[in-house]
């Protein structure tokens, strides 16, 4: 299993890194190590950036930015799902969020309840360490220290 996604960053009195909260029944009481990097699977016949540009759009509703992207390289999840991912220097505004749907026991849900903007401590806090390793990879490509 591969997924692959978008970390949009901003530089506004330091570094601040957009992440997601799924959305659905699972997650609605979780916080820590639940939220994630904007990303979904990698279907037959695409590539990893097809899918990180699908999954982006889908799931907040926005444009993905097509540019300007920084590696930040793989990672494998608890799961053994193995996420691919990049930065995007953008600055979304959370609360234009429309996010994509699904469906559970007959009832609809937001593939993701709501993004917000975070510092790299506290999004590190909200990631699972795994994905939290995209944040480090992002911050050593800017030059920063990790207490940015």
Known sequence: MRSA???????????????????????????KGAWSIVKGMVEEGEDDRQTAIREFEEETGWPAPIDDWVSLGETVLRSRKVVVAWAV????????????????????????????????????????????????????????????
């Open 5 to 31: 996604g978008l970390l949009p960053y901003r530089m506004i009195g330091g570094l601040e890194v957009m992440i997601a909260h799924p959305g659905g029944p699972f997650f609605a009481g979780r916080d």
């Open 89 to 148: 220097a953008r600055d979304f505004d959370p609360i234009a969020l429309e996010p994509g749907m699904f469906q559970m026991h007959g009832r609809f849900f937001p593939e993701i309840d709501r993004v917000e903007w975070m510092t790299p401590i506290v999004a590190r806090t909200k990631l699972s360490e795994a994905q939290g390793t995209f944040v480090d990879r992002l911050e050593a490509h800017l030059g920063l220290n990790g207490d940015e």
